[in-house]
């Protein structure tokens, strides 16, 4: 179904999903989680970002754009030095961006920090851009089982790049995503 068909009855759901007369139900349906992973098909993303970004009431929301705390990540240490630590941690590379185990701050931590501070100022996170995770290590179940993010008093709203095939949904269209701990609007 084209973005014009879909995109009214999905905002109007996303609407629904954020009443705060339904935060009860939300965790109910998320398996005790508290986020909605609202998705979409990738090549109309900058559609549904517009179109978000027109509705949504920015004394309520915050929109976090994850590419750009990518790119403040890499900067922090430099391209070069990036490069270096991302090469030698091959095949692991990944960890660069989400490493559990290691106590510098990595972009996972830095999203996560991002979602408690706009939280903490009174409004709902959305993150938009998730497209940068592909390949990070980082994905959507990391993000709504963090400890952090289920204690929230805001629910978490994460655009997410992606189609139903079948009754899985996948990332990208390429990678399959995790339904756990989140609510999803299709």
Do not use: W
Request: aromatic share 12%; net charge negative.
């Amino acid at each position: 179904m084209a973005y014009i068909d879909e995109h009214k009855a999905k905002f109007e759901n996303l609407k629904v999903a954020l009443d705060i007369t339904n935060r009860t139900q939300l965790r109910r349906d998320a398996n005790g989680g508290n986020t909605i992973l609202f998705t979409y098909p990738p090549v109309e993303e900058s559609l549904y970002i517009k179109k978000v970004m027109k509705d949504l009431d920015p004394d309520v929301f915050c929109f976090i754009d994850v590419s750009e705390l990518f790119v403040e990540y890499i900067q922090e240490d430099g391209l070069e030095d990036f490069i270096k630590l991302y090469t030698s941690l091959s095949p692991n590379s990944y960890k660069v961006f989400f490493d559990a185990e290691d106590p510098h701050i990595d972009l996972f931590d830095k999203v996560i920090k991002r979602i408690i501070d706009t939280v903490e100022k009174g409004l709902i996170p959305v993150l938009i851009r998730t497209g940068i995770f592909y390949a990070t290590g980082i994905e959507n179940i990391n993000i709504t089982q963090h400890k952090s993010v289920m204690e929230l008093n805001h629910p978490l709203v994460i655009f997410y790049p992606g189609e139903i095939n079948g009754n899985h949904h996948h990332f990208l269209n390429a990678k399959q995503a995790s339904k756990y701990r989140c609510t999803v609007i299709n």
